[in-house]
């Protein structure tokens, strides 16, 4: 990271749920929401150098507008070392609704940025109006077992099909029919939820969207 002097000695990663209020939040609103609650909760961020100095706090991957999530991560940097665990109940004290930090732990501070590990993402998506669930599992067939799925986003074409690694047809467990879907989470390479339902002839508002998972690439070993 660009001027990352010795002005931080430890560096955690939240792990946290988005959900209630915050699922209408932006991404640079987000991380702004999550600066003010760590600022009231005391937590001794460590702070950019230079004119326009802010928190040194890297996000994971945005999490488009009326989603939630179980599994959001983010990284910040510290002045002062703390235990994970007794940092996670300080911020949580301060922490603006909607915004759940389950987990904190510590990672190594020359680890790579957070962006650039992510891999794949899990949504569990949920279907509000009623579903011929033998159709729809003909369509998700048809779906995988296409060799390409040329889309157009931001009036550009692009191939959806590689950046969808698997599509589910979960159990029902009542009314409402419920999907899994692991997209490609890489820079340039980004699978959308929304695509793939419009791909399945469904209006993505029609939908609630969940991530449930994060998958970040492996570190590189070390020597």
Same mark, same amino acid.
């Given at each position: 990271?660009?001027?990352?002097?010795?002005?931080?000695?430890?560096?955690?990663?939240?792990?946290?749920?988005?959900?209630? =209020?915050?699922?209408?939040?932006?991404?640079?609103?987000?991380?702004?929401?999550?600066?003010?609650?760590?600022?009231?909760?005391?937590?001794?961020?460590?702070?950019?150098?230079?004119?326009?100095?802010?928190?040194?706090?890297?996000?994971?991957?945005?999490?488009?507008?009326?989603?939630?999530?179980?599994?959001?991560?983010?990284?910040?940097?510290?002045?002062?070392?703390?235990? =994970?665990?007794?940092?996670?109940?300080?911020?949580?004290?301060?922490?603006?609704?909607?915004?759940?930090?389950?987990?904190?732990?510590?990672?190594?501070?020359?680890?790579?940025?957070?962006?650039?590990?992510?891999?794949?993402?899990?949504?569990?998506?949920?279907?509000?109006?009623?579903?011929?669930?033998?159709?729809?599992?003909?369509?998700?067939?048809?779906?995988?077992?296409?060799?390409?799925?040329?889309?157009?986003?931001?009036?550009? =074409?692009?191939?959806?099909? =590689?950046?969808?690694?698997?599509?589910?047809?979960?159990?029902?467990?009542?009314?409402?029919?419920?999907?899994?879907?692991?997209?490609?989470?890489?820079?340039?390479?980004?699978?959308?939820?929304?695509?793939?339902?419009?791909?399945?002839?469904?209006?993505?508002?029609?939908?609630?969207?969940?991530?449930?998972?994060?998958?970040?690439?492996?570190?590189?070993?070390?020597?």
């Amino acid at each position: 990271m660009d001027g990352m002097q010795a002005n931080y000695v430890q560096r955690l990663r939240l792990t946290f749920k988005k959900e209630g =209020p915050t699922r209408f939040i932006g991404h640079l609103d987000l991380a702004r929401t999550m600066e003010r609650s760590l600022n009231r909760a005391r937590i001794p961020m460590s702070y950019s150098q230079g004119f326009n100095q802010r928190p040194r706090m890297q996000m994971a991957a945005a999490l488009p507008l009326g989603y939630t999530s179980a599994c959001e991560l983010a990284d910040i940097w510290l002045k002062e070392a703390m235990e =994970p665990e007794t940092a996670r109940q300080q911020m949580m004290v301060r922490m603006a609704p909607g915004i759940d930090v389950w987990q904190v732990a510590e990672v190594g501070l020359k680890e790579p940025a957070l962006q650039t590990r992510t891999a794949d993402s899990t949504y569990e998506v949920t279907l509000l109006d009623p579903v011929d669930r033998d159709h729809l599992q003909a369509k998700i067939a048809d779906l995988l077992a296409a060799e390409s799925l040329l889309r157009e986003r931001r009036d550009k =074409p692009y191939d959806l099909r =590689p950046l969808l690694l698997d599509l589910t047809l979960l159990p029902p467990t009542g009314e409402l029919t419920q999907l899994s879907m692991r997209l490609m989470l890489r820079e340039g390479m980004t699978g959308r939820p929304d695509e793939v339902l419009d791909a399945l002839a469904f209006d993505p508002l029609a939908a609630r969207v969940h991530r449930t998972a994060i998958s970040l690439s492996p570190l590189p070993e070390e020597g």
